[in-house]
């Protein structure tokens, strides 16, 4: 165990899948060489194939505390870098429209938008996955050369890219495939979550940049922080498959949309958009919970209550969403 | 009778001691020794010379192994290759070993080239091609502090007393000269050493520039076959075999 442990809570009912939050992870991280495929931040449609596709299938993670089989995600399932052909049309005259090459068969949101249908209903929403940064993780389990560590002040994972030699046993035990093996460098790469930014009292980028305002970031123990309030007070957030037992410690407040029709007075449970058995794939049975009290805090306001809960996840500035606190951290040498 | 006694005592304390010390100088034993040819050439003529040069000298034929699984999530392995040959040479200093093994699988590509250039200044960058591919690669392992009365360091990298020097080559990333001191503390020292390898008709020929090692010296050997996802201590390897 940790001392204390940074976690982030994001608000799906805000994602509007813009991908900012990617864009600004893989500038700052992943704009090297070997890390093309890399999205140490991604953000994909949900129900879906996801990134690296059907990882959320493919195996890893604990049962009865031994880790889980599970093969290694191949470049198909995050799909190959391909180049378009600019040259050809643009300088040589040739007539053919400008076309990618190879062709395109899977990337990271492939199936962008796509959802499910509810009976004769289209739904989706967008879940945007870090690493989880797990209290128990599978990867530092896995690893025999003990270069994953989980940081003591701050519950953060990280590589050592020195004592990595690139087996990968790692990627395979990660149930969210959230690790990515750099054939460039010969090591495995993943989300740190921004720890020299917030060494800096500097929030993580993606949650910095995210336009929606749905990223919560602050440490769990530390009652103060939106975080704690999210996941321990309110009990409104919960991580995605809980069952694969390595405790994440990214959270999720799940899609809370108005019941399909006639939606006054009505509950969700009666006339879910999404449906619950997809919610409870995702979150758990715990899900049913956390909606039956976001809706008490919704009738609250409703009747012209005020809910904390409500305010919280509105998320107005940077201050409400963001407790960064490098000196409470901080292990004096 | 208290003088008999004590003979007995005293004779069973010396088998018993004597029984100790050779179990801890275990040594290998006939067999497992391997001839070095001195040959008058330099070691950098013999390092490139084709396999005619080579086939001059007898190959011993070493029995590999294959390690028992190490992890529960790891698929089994079975022993495709059963065992490899040497030949070692002494030239201009230097200690050559050739090892050849079959292998039908060729597991090595080139890895592009990066240009000198830091990421951050251009606008492509070299991709990571595949994921999920291992390549094959070997190693010849030895004492730290080599020589013939030197107890053989434990076979799993050697240990606390005992570190080994790892030269290892793998037929993607090249030579690099490793050192241990037990399992799992095995560590690049980011020196190389000079290597030839080639693969023609489904067999590898490595032969590595090692140091003069002197008689006695206790050397092992591994070989990982990229095929069978072998790296870590997922590999064959062979017990010790001592230098003539």
New interface residues.
């Given amino acids: 165990m940790s001392r204390h442990q940074y976690a982030m809570v994001m608000d799906l009912n805000k994602c509007l899948g813009c991908q900012t939050c990617t864009i600004a992870c893989k500038k700052l991280w992943t704009d090297r060489d070997g890390t093309g495929y890399m999205y140490w931040n991604n953000v994909e449609t949900r129900p879906g194939l996801g990134y690296p596709r059907q990882w959320d299938r493919i195996g890893g993670g604990w049962k009865d505390g031994s880790l889980q089989p599970s093969p290694l995600p191949t470049m198909d399932d995050y799909g190959h870098a391909w180049e378009y052909n600019y040259e050809q049309r643009l300088y040589e005259g040739k007539k053919q429209p400008v076309m990618p090459s190879p062709e395109p068969k899977s990337g990271c949101n492939w199936d962008e938008d796509v959802g499910g249908m509810n009976e004769d209903e289209n739904y989706f929403f967008y879940v945007p996955r870090i690493c989880n940064h797990c209290t128990h993780p599978a990867c530092l389990e896995a690893c025999p050369r003990k270069a994953i560590y989980k940081r003591e002040e701050d519950g953060i994972v990280v590589i050592d890219q020195d004592r990595c030699q690139g087996y990968r046993y790692c990627i395979k035990a990660c149930p969210y495939k959230k690790i990515y093996f750099n054939e460039v460098t010969g090591k495995s790469e993943k989300c740190i979550f921004c720890y020299p930014r917030l060494e800096k009292g500097q929030v993580n980028a993606c949650a910095a940049q995210c336009p929606g305002r749905l990223r919560f970031v602050g440490l769990l123990d530390d009652p103060e922080s939106p975080v704690h309030k999210l996941v321990l007070v309110h009990k409104i957030a919960l991580p995605l498959f809980s069952e694969k037992g390595t405790q994440p410690n990214v959270f999720y407040v799940p899609p809370f949309n108005p019941p399909k029709r006639e939606n006054y007075g009505k509950s969700i449970q009666e006339d879910p958009r999404v449906p619950l058995d997809y919610l409870i794939y995702l979150f758990g049975p715990e899900v049913k919970d956390v909606i039956v009290r976001l809706e008490a805090e919704l009738k609250k306001t409703q009747e012209g209550g005020r809910s904390e809960a409500l305010q919280l996840l509105i998320g107005r500035d940077a201050e409400t969403r963001f407790h960064v606190r490098p000196q409470l951290v901080q292990i004096q040498l | 009778m208290r003088i008999r006694q004590l003979l007995i005592i005293a004779s069973a304390v010396l088998l018993l001691s004597l029984m100790i010390w050779a179990q801890a100088a275990a040594k290998p034993v006939a067999g497992q020794s391997l001839s070095v040819v001195a040959l008058s050439a330099s070691a950098d003529n013999l390092l490139n010379r084709g396999p005619s040069a080579w086939n001059q000298i007898a190959a011993k034929r070493v029995a590999l192994n294959r390690t028992p699984p190490?992890?529960?999530?790891?698929?089994p392995a079975t022993l495709e290759i059963q065992s490899l040959d040497v030949r070692i040479a002494r030239a201009g200093g230097k200690l050559l070993v050739q090892l050849s093994w079959r292998d039908p699988t060729h597991d090595a590509v080139t890895?592009?080239e990066?240009p000198n250039t830091p990421?951050?200044t251009r606008f492509r960058?070299?991709?990571?091609?595949?994921?999920?591919r291992f390549f094959d690669a070997a190693a010849v392992m030895f004492p730290a502090k080599p020589g013939s009365d030197a107890i053989a360091p434990s076979l799993q990298m050697g240990d606390a007393e005992h570190p080994v020097e790892i030269y290892y080559w793998n037929a993607t990333?090249g030579a690099m000269l490793m050192q241990a001191q037990g399992r799992?503390t095995t560590r690049r020292t980011g020196q190389s050493f000079p290597v030839n390898s080639t693969y023609q008709n489904g067999q590898w020929n490595v032969t590595f520039e090692l140091p003069d090692l002197p008689s006695g010296t206790t050397v092992a050997f591994a070989v990982w076959n990229g095929s069978q996802k072998d790296?870590?201590?997922r590999k064959y390897f062979s017990v010790w075999q001592v230098l003539e």
């Fill in positions: 190490l992890y529960d999530t790891d698929e890895l592009a990066i990421p951050e960058k070299v991709q990571t091609e595949a994921d999920d990333r799992g790296r870590d201590g």
